[in-house]
């Protein structure tokens, strides 16, 4: 075989993106499309031309024409349609976070042992080639021992309203710098201190700041704005500093990369993540697709984005969460 067929469930404006990027990437097929939402459903296959359209998981799960399957279901619904798909003996692509429980991210990952299909969790960053390139100077060693780190992941209020109804800006978006945090120190957090601001009066707060101390020593704070102004002209404000004993990296994404002044403003829109190139999506998270379908292909173990990295990540990132809401050290292990 040298072609997956894929469904994606789940098609929210994040899962719209996925199918837009499947599009690109030569070994994949977007062969089925699921959600509830029967308008939605429609529009979505008409938009691809998909005629396998799905409004139960279970019924595209059984469908012996699809091998592999991307899930875009909202964090608090990964669980059950991750663990049917890989029963089921598709191969996994699941978004970040991996669920919204470590008990229910645990369950994930045990499933996955011994199944047919490989299990990927989509954390897109380390697809960036900025961190990418900072890894492999760390893995170098030409920076000595990480003792320090921080992060900036702020994004304009505009995009937040819905957002903030589903998910924190700790666990939405700050889980992103913990994996890449963890990921660069090959370390593991032994506490976390955390505190949020509430700006709208929306059900999770507009910004969260967070602090980890590694067991080996390093520090690392994370700053999680969500309510940046809306004529802000960037998408995101990301950036990252790694300090050593021998060096420092910095890595500075969107602020901004490209500029377009219009009738209206000036604009930089993202160039790295998903930017859109005739109608198709490119950057960091084709990449992504591609190692997915290139690992499934080939058999070979999945090494990046694997269940166990992205649960510590997620233990960290809702131990930060239970902080901010009794403003007590949280311990981990």
Known sequence: MDRLRIGVIGLGWFGEIHAETIAGVANLELAALCTRTPERL????EKFGVTKLYRDYHDLLADPDIDAVS???????????AIAALKAGKHVFLEKPIASTVEDARKISAASKGAKGILFIGHVVRFNPRYRMAKQAIDEGRI??????????????????????????IVGDAIHDTDIMLWFTGDTIASTYAQTVDVRGLKHPDIGQTMYRFKGGATATLETVWCMPDKTPFDIDERMSIIGTGGIIHVQDTFPNLGIVDGSKLHSPDTTYWPMFNGVRGGALRDEFV??????LSGAPVTIGTPEDATAALEATLAAEESARTGNVVRLG
Not at 71 to 81: F, K, N, S
Request: net charge positive; charged share 15%; glycine share 8%.
């Open 42 to 45: 429609a529009a979505m296959g």
């Open 291 to 296: 190692y997915f379908a290139g690992t499934a």
């Open 144 to 169: 000595g021992k990480i003792v320090a780190l921080s992060s900036r992941r702020n994004i304009p209020a505009a995009w937040t309203p819905t957002i903030l109804t589903k998910i924190g800006p």
């Open 71 to 81: 899930i875009c279901t909202m964090w608090d619904q990964h669980t059950e349609p």
